[in-house]
């Protein structure tokens, strides 16, 4: 007799308020039998798990350890909800046990379904007013698994192709050298009156909101790990605390006429 699996759903949580999950990552983690995730996350969610429930919680650079528990539940015939901070597909979860999967031959065999969340940067963005109206990247300055200097290919790269620049895990207790040089690489292209924002903990209670320039971007402020750094485009501007970017609508319509 064949194995029956249980079905794993990877879930995006969003940025780490319950309020933020959608319907389909509430019910996905409601009727789990099975939780799985960074300690953190699950703390997070606490309110909305079962008392029947079996949680279990792993610390940071657990992310295979979760991944092959996830797996293993599911050979025991468990549905299981292995959960991942924002989305599951950026910076998450849902990549690694894919390719764990695909490895073991798994793929089509164990019931598989990704449920997209909120990314952070949304989050950022929105608590800013409208930074990412136009095209934009996102590029994490942790070394841990990217080599330094394929980031500052990249950061070389979005600057001079005028992209906004959304910047995650600028800055850890351990990690402090790459921001500056970070900072460095993009004034080569970029001009030092660049609007630039940082928001750490963005749509959580202790949200918090730096709103500057790029020659002034420095670690004295709320840069962390748990911060999104926006460096904004040519056409991104300040006006009322809200940092703008132009989508273009100005070139086409009288936007003060309201035509």
Same mark, same amino acid.
């Given at each position: ?8 759903? %990877? ?9 933020? $999950? ?5 019910? #996905? ?10 300690? @953190? ?12 429930? /079996? ?7 657990? /992310?295979?350890? *979760? ?8 050979? /025991?015939?468990? @549905? ?17 046990? $894919? /390719? ?6 798994? $793929? ?15 989050? #950022? ?8 109206? +136009? ?16 980031? &500052?290919?990249?950061? *070389?790269? #979005? ?9 995650? +895990?600028? =800055? ?8 500056? $040089?970070?900072? +460095? ?10 609007? %630039? ?9 202790? &949200?918090? %909101?730096?709103? @500057? ?9 709320? %840069? =962390? ?10 056409? @991104? ?13 100005? +070139? ?8």
């Amino acid at each position: 007799m064949g194995i029956s699996f249980g079905k794993i759903t %990877v879930v995006g949580t969003g940025p780490g308020d319950i309020r933020d $999950l959608t319907p389909r990552a509430l019910e #996905a983690i409601k009727s789990a039998a099975v939780v799985i995730g960074y300690k @953190t996350y699950l703390r997070e969610i606490e309110g909305i798990l079962a008392e029947g429930q /079996e949680k279990l919680p792993f610390g940071m650079k657990d /992310e295979i350890r *979760r991944c092959e528990t996830a797996i293993e539940k599911s050979m /025991e015939g468990k @549905t299981v909800a292995l959960v991942s901070g924002g989305d599951a597909g950026i910076y998450g979860m849902s990549g690694l046990l $894919l /390719e764990i999967m695909g490895s073991r031959s798994l $793929l089509g065999k164990i019931p598989l379904e990704i449920v997209p969340g909120m990314p952070a940067f949304c989050s #950022a963005a929105a608590a800013l007013g409208a930074p990412i109206m +136009n095209d934009f990247c996102v590029i994490s300055l942790s070394n841990l698994l990217t080599p330094w200097d394929e980031i &500052e290919k990249r950061l *070389r790269a #979005a600057s001079s192709a005028d992209f906004v620049i959304i910047l995650y +895990n600028p =800055s850890s207790r351990r990690r402090r050298r790459e921001f500056v $040089l970070a900072k +460095n690489i993009l004034l080569e292209k970029i001009e030092g009156e660049r609007p %630039v924002a940082v928001v750490k903990a963005a749509s959580r209670p202790d &949200e918090a %909101v730096e709103i @500057t320039i790029l020659e002034k971007m420095d670690l004295s402020g709320i %840069v =962390s790990m748990n911060s999104a750094v926006i460096i904004g485009n040519s056409s @991104t501007y300040v006006k009322d605390l809200y940092m703008i970017t132009r989508r273009g609508y100005g +070139n086409k319509y009288n936007l003060e006429a309201g035509e």
